[in-house]
C-alpha cells in the first residue's frame, strides 16, 4: 500500500513529459517567454507589468546548463522597464519619497540644502538619510555660522578659493582681536594658522592684506544673511568693509560694535569725490535690510573727544526698509569728551517701516533738536518700541519739560524708555495709544515725581502692564506708584538711591507687602531683596544648621505672607544678584514654599 501511494499517476507523468519537451522545444527555437517590446506595457497598469514581472522570473531556474538564472540582453531591459512601472505603486508614500528625493543628483541636493538657514534644520534634513548627510555635513553645515577674527587669513582664504562654500555661510561674526579660542566657531577642515601666508615684514602691510582677504571673501558670501562686527582693536575699519556688505542683497541683520563709527569725517574727504559718485552710490540699497545696530565700546580705542553721526547716516542710506534701529553711543567721562550730537540724523532720517528705535547716549541742541525729534517721531507713525535717551542741550530737564508731542503723534507705540519729562511730555499728548511698558524713568521723591505720576494715573492707568524704573528714593515713592498703576503686572523698581533702610526688615513688618497688595494683578516684582541667603531651601532637611534652619523658617513666613497679601505674584528678586535666578513662589494645596530657579540672562 505505501508502494502504491507513492507511485505517481500515469495522467502527471505523461502532463510533466509534455511541459519538459515544449520547454526544450521553446529553448531550442530561441522563443521568448514574453513579449520583449517594451512599448507593449502600459506604464499607468502595474498588475499587468507585476505578472509579466513574474512570468519572465519564473522560468529562470528551468533553463539548462550557463543560461540558468541568466536573462538575456532583451529580457533585462524589459525587466528594468517592468521594475519602473512597479515600483511607483509598491510601498508608503514617505519612503517612496524619500528614496526618491535620495536618488537626485548631487547638484540637486546642494542646491535644496541651500534654502535651509537654519543650522537645526539642516541637523534635520542630514539625518534622514546616509546620501544627504554627505552633502549637508561638509559643505553646509559648518558653514552657516562662521565667527573668526580678521587675522584668521586661513580662514578667509578658504573661502576665498571655494566660491560655492562661501556661498553658504547665513551668519558672519568677525570677532575681536582679544577674543578667546572658545567663541571662535570655523569649519573644522580649515587649519586656524597659515605661516606662509601671515608672514611680512610690515605689521601695517600685514593689515592691509587682511582687510583684502576679509573684502575678497565677502565678496563671495551671496547668501549672508546675518553680520556682525566686534572687532574693535584693528586698523581694518567697518567703512571700508560696508560696501562689500552693500552688493549682499541678501543681507538682513547688521550689527557693528566699534568707536570708529562714530568719529567725524574729514572736511576734505567729503568734498573731494565728485557728486556723480555719490549719487551712483545712492543708488545701490539692501531691500531686505531690516534691523540695524550701530555701538559703541568702552575702549578707549578709537574714541574721538567730538562724535559725529555723519558716518553712521551715510550707512543707513543705504537701508530704505528698516524696521529696527538702535545706535548706543558708549560716554566717555575723561574731560573734553562730549556726546554725539543728533540734530541732522533727527533731522533727515526717514524710513516708513521703522517700527523700534534705540538712541543712547546721545545730545540734541536746545532748540533745533527739540523741532527735529518732534518732526522725525510725527513722521515715524509705525514706531511700536522707543528707547530715547538723550539730552537736549544744557539745561536738558528743562529742555525735555518743554517738549511737546505733535498731535496724533506715536498711534501703535506699545513701549516707551525714557527720562521722566520725555515721559510725562507724551502722556500729556491726549491721543490714544497702546502703551503697556514703560522704562527708564527715576523716582527720586522731588515735585517732579508728583506731576508725572498724575499724569500717569490719568492717562495711563488702565492701559500700562509693565513698569522699569531706572532707581527709587523711599518707599512712600513706591506706594504713590501703586496708587496710580493698580494694574501692573511686572514692577521693577531698579536701584535705590538715597536711604539705608534694610528691606528685609521692611518685609517683615509687612509693610512691603501691604504696598505691593494694592496691586493685585502683580505677578513678578524685581530691585527689593526679601529673602536670606541659605544652603538649602527646606527647613525640615536633616543636614541644616541652626542659623541656616532660622533663616529658611524666616523665608518661609515671607513667602507665606507675599503670597497672603498678593495672590498673583510669582517671582521675585534671589538674595544674589549677580547669579542668574530668582525665587519663585509656588502655591501648593497645603501650604506656598518657594523655589530658586535660573534665568536665561
Given amino acids: 500500500m505505501a508502494a502504491h501511494s507513492t507511485r505517481p499517476s500515469p495522467s502527471r507523468i505523461r502532463t510533466s513529459k509534455q511541459q519538459t519537451g515544449a520547454s526544450a522545444g521553446a529553448r531550442k527555437g530561441g522563443l521568448h517567454v514574453v513579449d520583449t517590446n517594451i512599448t507593449a506595457y502600459d506604464r499607468t497598469d502595474p498588475f499587468t507589468a507585476l505578472n509579466v514581472l513574474r512570468k519572465l522570473l519564473s522560468v529562470l531556474p528551468s533553463r539548462l546548463g550557463g543560461c540558468a538564472y541568466k536573462l538575456s540582453a532583451d529580457e533585462h531591459k524589459l525587466a528594468l522597464h517592468l521594475l519602473g512601472v512597479v515600483e511607483p505603486f509598491v510601498g508608503l508614500a514617505p519612503c517612496a519619497s524619500r528614496r526618491a528625493l535620495a536618488r537626485q543628483p548631487t547638484e540637486i541636493l546642494d542646491a535644496i540644502a541651500g534654502h535651509v538657514d537654519a543650522r537645526r534644520d539642516l541637523l534635520a ?9 554627505a552633502v549637508v555635513f561638509p559643505r553646509h553645515y559648518h558653514y552657516r555660522v562662521i565667527r573668526c577674527k580678521a587675522s584668521a587669513l586661513s580662514v578667509w582664504n578658504h573661502l576665498i578659493v571655494y566660491r560655492s562654500l562661501a556661498s553658504n555661510v547665513r551668519t558672519l561674526e568677525i570677532l575681536d582681536e582679544r577674543a578667546g579660542a572658545t567663541d571662535v566657531l570655523v ?33 563671495r558670501m551671496t547668501a549672508l544673511k546675518t553680520f556682525k562686527w566686534s572687532c574693535n582693536h584693528s586698523l581694518v575699519a567697518f567703512e571700508r568693509v560696508w560696501p562689500a556688505l552693500v552688493k549682499c542683497q541678501s543681507l538682513m541683520e547688521v550689527e557693528a560694535n566699534d568707536n570708529l563709527i562714530f568719529q567725524a569725517i574729514p572736511v576734505d574727504d567729503s568734498h573731494s569725490d565728485a557728486p556723480e559718485t555719490h549719487a551712483k552710490k545712492r543708488q545701490t540699497v539692501l531691500p531686505e535690510l531690516t534691523k540695524v545696530g550701530l555701538h559703541g565700546t568702552k575702549s578707549t580705542f578709537g574714541a574721538s573727544k567730538h562724535p559725529d553721526l555723519a558716518r553712521a547716516a551715510a550707512l543707513l542710506h543705504a537701508c530704505p526698509n528698516l524696521e529696527s534701529l538702535a545706535i548706543s553711543y558708549v560716554p566717555r567721562h575723561a574731560p573734553g569728551f562730549l556726546h554725539p550730537v543728533a540734530d541732522d540724523f533727527l533731522l533727515c532720517g526717514r524710513w516708513a517701516s521703522l517700527r523700534a528705535l534705540t538712541l543712547s547716549s546721545l545730545w540734541c541742541t536746545p532748540h533745533a533738536g527739540l523741532d527735529a525729534a518732534a518732526a522725525f517721531l510725527a513722521t515715524h507713525p509705525a514706531l511700536e518700541v522707543l528707547h530715547l535717551d538723550v539730552a537736549f542741550g544744557a539745561g536738558a530737564q528743562d529742555a525735555a519739560v518743554a517738549f511737546k508731542f505733535t498731535p496724533g503723534c506715536l498711534p501703535r507705540l506699545r513701549e516707551l524708555k525714557a527720562s521722566r519729562e520725555l515721559m510725562g511730555a507724551l502722556l500729556a499728548c491726549p491721543d490714544p495709544r497702546p502703551l503697556e511698558t514703560i522704562k527708564g524713568v527715576r523716582l527720586s521723591g ?132 549677580a547669579s542668574g535666578r530668582v525665587v519663585v513662589l509656588v502655591r501648593d494645596a497645603e501650604r506656598v514654599r518657594y523655589e530658586v530657579r535660573r534665568i536665561k540672562l
Fill in 125 to 133: 534634513l542630514a539625518l534622514s538619510c546616509k546620501r544627504l548627510h
Fill in 446 to 577: 522731588s515735585a517732579r515725581d508728583k506731576v508725572f505720576l498724575d499724569l500717569l494715573r490719568t492717562h495711563g492707568a488702565q492701559g500700562v502692564k509693565r513698569l522699569e524704573l531706572a532707581g527709587w528714593s523711599e518707599m512712600e515713592d513706591v506706594r504713590r506708584l501703586a496708587e496710580c498703576v493698580p494694574r501692573l503686572v511686572w514692577l521693577d523698581l531698579g536701584k535705590r538711591g538715597a536711604g539705608t533702610e534694610d528691606t528685609r526688615q521692611l518685609a517683615l513688618q509687612g509693610e512691603w507687602a501691604s504696598v505691593l497688595a494694592e496691586m493685585p494683578e502683580l505677578t513678578t516684582f524685581h530691585g527689593v531683596r526679601f529673602f536670606y541667603e541659605v544652603a538649602c531651601t527646606d527647613s525640615a532637611a536633616p543636614t541644616l544648621s541652626l542659623s541656616d534652619r532660622s533663616r529658611t523658617r524666616k523665608n518661609d513666613e515671607v513667602a507665606s505672607v507675599l503670597a497672603w497679601k498678593c495672590p498673583k505674584l510669582r517671582r521675585l528678586d534671589h538674595w544674589d544678584d
Fill in 187 to 219: 569649519p573644522p577642515d580649515v587649519g586656524t594658522t597659515d605661516t606662509d601666508m601671515e608672514s611680512t615684514d610690515d605689521e601695517l602691510g600685514l593689515h592691509d592684506k587682511q582687510e583684502r582677504f576679509v573684502l575678497a571673501a565677502l565678496a
